[in-house]
Structure formats: structure tokens, C-alpha cells
Nanobody, 125 residues
Framework: QVQLVESGGGSVQAGGSLRLSCAVY????????MGWFRQAPGAEREGVAA??????TRYADSVKGRFIIFKDNAKKFYLQVNSLKPEDTAMYYC????????????????????WGQGTQVTVSS
């Protein structure tokens, strides 16, 4: 069983940056697509970025050029969020999907098999 734990959220002013981390526990030799989603109050969960097991990345149009997904090993990956806007305020979740290849977005929750509990990002104007 794969478990994911996010950290790194917080409160920042518009234009600021944060680095969100996702630690992976119970990992096996299976390859995974890893992704980040966010969910604002009253809104659906939105996939924002994904990274293949070979390191290829994909982004939602709403964050392209501002967010960067990367990993340093199979046990931890990150979402660097830059030039933050108030509309980026949301709970951010990391997720893992069996199979090393991430399909092209937009992503939905059913695309991923395992989820973290979320880390809150709040951006003030």
C-alpha cells in the first residue's frame, strides 16, 4: 500500500512562492505517475501537474509557466509554486497512479490510485 504525505503549504502574499513536498511511503518497484491536484472551497478537484517515472512533466494551462513539478528520487517529489495569485488559494493534494506514464491532462481524480491528505495554500492580495 502506497501512502503519500504532503507538506510545505502556508500563507503568502500575491507574487510569493512556496515549495510543496510529497513523501512516498510503502513504495514498491512498480513505476508510478505522480501528480498534484488542488481544490478550492466549493470547487471540483483540479489536476495541475504530473510527472512520469522517467521525469517527463505536464501542466494544466492555468499554472503553466508558474508551477514546476519535479522529483529528486522515487520517495519524494515536489511542486514549486511561483508568482502566486489569490485564485491559487486551495488545498493541494499529491497523488500517485499505477503505471509510469501520465496521460495528457486534464486529469480527474479517477486517474489516480493513491492520495495524500492535503496541504493548504492561502494567497492574500
Amino acid at each position: 500500500q502506497v501512502q503519500l504525505v504532503e507538506s510545505g503549504g502556508g500563507s503568502v502574499q500575491a507574487g510569493g512562492s512556496l515549495r510543496l513536498s510529497c513523501a512516498v511511503y510503502g513504495y514498491t518497484s512498480r513505476s508510478y505517475c505522480m501528480g498534484w491536484f488542488r481544490q478550492a472551497p466549493g470547487a471540483e478537484r483540479e489536476g495541475v501537474a504530473a510527472i512520469d517515472s522517467d521525469g517527463s512533466t505536464r501542466y494544466a494551462d492555468s499554472v503553466k509557466g508558474r508551477f514546476i513539478i519535479f522529483k529528486d528520487n522515487a520517495k519524494k517529489f515536489y511542486l514549486q509554486v511561483n508568482s502566486l495569485k489569490p485564485e491559487d488559494t486551495a488545498m493541494y493534494y499529491c497523488a500517485a497512479a499505477k503505471g509510469g506514464y501520465c496521460r495528457q491532462g486534464p486529469w480527474v481524480e479517477a486517474d489516480f490510485d493513491y492520495w495524500g491528505q492535503g496541504t493548504q495554500v492561502t494567497v492574500s492580495s
